[in-house]
């Protein structure tokens, strides 16, 4: 017997508060097409069963979310009546539900109506509207019901979006979901009358439109400010979904020229298997985002074409295995003209100065270093910390960001404990931003001096011909104890020797080899330790290492070798401010602590 499937028929609270307060995870969405909170509550990975009153206002978020993209696959697929009566349902619930703005919204939130965000009703919004647009493509004579919602949800967005920018926040990420909003709902309302749309001043061109958005958020290196992928990723998904019907080659040259920017920055940051990292806040593994890829993907590829998103998308559709819906696969012919050129290649090394984010591809390994601005809200006390990966492996991966409603969590995996990155005396980085001091087409080296009063530390990554080399300096008025940061993803072997570096080996569907070594003399000691794993589940420890050592002036140095990579290395030594790789091949090469 099939499962009965209902709208539920209450408003939705913030999703973020549906997370296990003992162990940090997500917990399981159960059937959210049910539209019945899961009996008994909802479950937790690890046996809890939760049941409060945050928990069920998230899960009614989820499910109103779920039933929005289900009508656009059910439009999509020819399912009229089922989506036509589900609309007019849904038209009936916000008339009655929505009538002002929620009144249990934290004081922090922009109050929506239907959920305690108004952007939580801007994404509901958006997937409303499209499943709207698509029924109008074969006719409209049963749409007339759906319209006052339409009327409504463009309404909301406009009222919100005004309080918004009020505040000086164009730049917002919610303006952008506003604006995507405000252009679904206006379109959709006009496809349902029978009517040209007429809203591009308004939702795209206008002061405080999409265009305008996008000129103030998104950096000349083609980040969103906030410099977390997930956000990065967040707004250009809103941008496209908001431009549709619209000619690539009618968009304005300097906001194709964003949309470009942003869509390369995907493709660079991106592991040749289509990995990308979580920086700063955002999900590390999660469902929904894997859809959310998918659908970036597929619109992306039909304004700004880029080789290195295809297996992103890849990726995330072996991530969701039978959970695909396959909405993405639904949404050919989106824009009104073909795409722009098609976006270069990344290769070497690829810089991003605004957002402080260099990336190094050197003979099976994918390294990112972190020396940019905080982020505002979203950002994370990670200043120089290096990420390591495989073209599949999150070897020391940026660990991601659990639901915002635990707090300790939250404020774990926002730390620089979390991160692999440097410490001083035990103590967090401070907010702070670093600077880059140099870079070629094989190596980039940046410092921060603000993260610790007195403290400057530069970390210098450089492509070898067959290796990855690390060299993190630290320099104090006076001496502390500075940490070097391990922080893996996955197994990890550590080895130490009788004489030489620290030998440490990395799993998973490649191998990595580590050599770690240091300032003669320095008494550095390695110290592993059980630690939190990726933020998607917080009680997978893994094995953290910290090389610690009291000194005024101290340099790390790392050797990293993938083990498809050749010829192997077979020494490495510090002696000063040189680092001397030794191969199997009898060669050798020196490089600069450029501290």
Not at 107 to 124: E, K, N, P, S
Not at 246 to 264: I, K, Q
Not at 402 to 414: K, N, S
Request: charged share 20%; aromatic share 8%; proline share 5%.
């Amino acid at each position: 017997m099939a499962a009965l499937r209902r709208i539920p028929r209450e408003r939705g609270g913030w999703w973020h508060a549906y997370v296990c307060p003992a162990h940090g995870v997500e917990l399981d969405h159960g059937d959210l097409l049910a539209g019945v909170f899961p009996e008994g509550g909802a479950r937790c990975a690890h046996g809890c069963r939760v049941d409060t009153p945050a928990v069920r206002g998230a899960w009614v978020v989820l499910s109103h979310q779920a039933w929005a993209r289900h009508l656009r696959l059910l439009a999509h697929r020819g399912e009229r009546a089922e989506t036509v009566a589900r609309l007019v349902e849904y038209a009936g619930l916000y008339a009655s539900l929505a009538t002002d703005r929620h009144g249990e919204a934290q004081g922090w939130m922009l109050r929506g109506r239907l959920f305690h965000q108004a952007l939580t009703d801007a994404i509901w919004g958006v997937n409303i509207g499209h499943a709207v647009i698509t029924l109008a493509e074969d006719g409209t004579g049963d749409l007339a019901a759906v319209v006052p919602l339409l009327d409504d949800l463009e309404r909301a967005a406009l009222e919100a979006r005004g309080v918004l920018t009020g505040r000086g926040q164009l730049a917002s990420n919610y303006t952008a979901w506003l604006n995507a909003a405000g252009a679904s709902a206006g379109r959709a309302a006009s496809a349902a009358r029978g009517l040209e749309w007429t809203g591009a001043k308004q939702w795209l061109e206008g002061e405080h439109g999409l265009y305008a958005h996008l000129r103030v958020a998104v950096a000349e290196d083609g980040w969103e400010w906030e410099g977390s992928t997930y956000y990065h990723g967040f707004v250009l998904r809103a941008a496209l979904l908001a431009l549709r019907s619209t000619d690539p080659a009618d968009v304005p040259s300097d906001v194709a020229g964003v949309l470009a920017g942003m869509t390369d920055v995907l493709a660079a940051v991106a592991t040749p298997g289509g990995v990308l990292p979580a920086l700063h806040d955002g999900p590390y593994l999660r469902r929904p985002l894997a859809m959310e890829w998918l659908e970036l993907v597929a619109l992306a590829q039909q304004l700004v074409p880029a080789d290195g998103l295809d297996a992103v998308a890849s990726r995330a559709r072996d991530e969701l295995g039978a959970h695909d819906d396959g909405l993405d696969r639904e949404l050919d012919g989106w824009f009104a003209g073909p795409p722009l050129p098609r976006r270069p290649a990344p290769d070497g090394i690829t810089l991003f100065p605004a957002a402080g984010y260099g990336v190094v591809r050197a003979a099976g390994i994918h390294a990112l270093l972190d020396f940019g601005p905080h982020g505002g809200s979203h950002g994370h006390r990670d200043k120089l910390s290096l990420y390591l990966y495989g073209d599949t492996t999150p070897w020391q991966p940026d660990p991601g960001q659990v639901p915002y409603a635990h707090t300790e969590f939250r404020d774990l995996y926002a730390s620089t404990e979390a991160h692999p990155a440097f410490r001083v005396d035990g103590a967090e980085q401070a907010e702070c931003a670093g600077a880059l001091l140099a870079s070629d087409a094989r190596s980039l080296t940046a410092e921060v001096t603000t993260a610790y009063e007195g403290v400057r530390a530069v970390r210098r990554v450089v492509a070898g011909d067959c290796y990855l080399v690390d060299l993190l300096g630290v320099t104090g008025r006076e001496a502390h104890h500075v940490t070097a940061q391990l922080r893996p993803g996955t197994a990890l072997d550590v080895q130490q020797q009788a004489d030489g570096p620290v030998r440490t080996i990395w799993y998973g569907d490649e191998t990595l080899h580590g050599w770690h070594t240091h300032t003669p003399g320095a008494g550095v000691r390695p110290f592993s330790r059980p630690g939190a794993g990726p933020a998607d589940d917080p009680q997978r420890n893994g094995t953290w290492v910290d090389f610690t050592a009291r000194a005024e002036r101290i340099t790390f140095a790392s050797v990293y070798q993938a083990a498809s990579a050749g010829p192997a290395v077979t020494g490495v030594r510090l002696d000063g401010e040189e680092l001397t790789v030794e191969l199997s091949d009898g060669s050798a090469a020196r490089f600069g602590t450029g501290s």
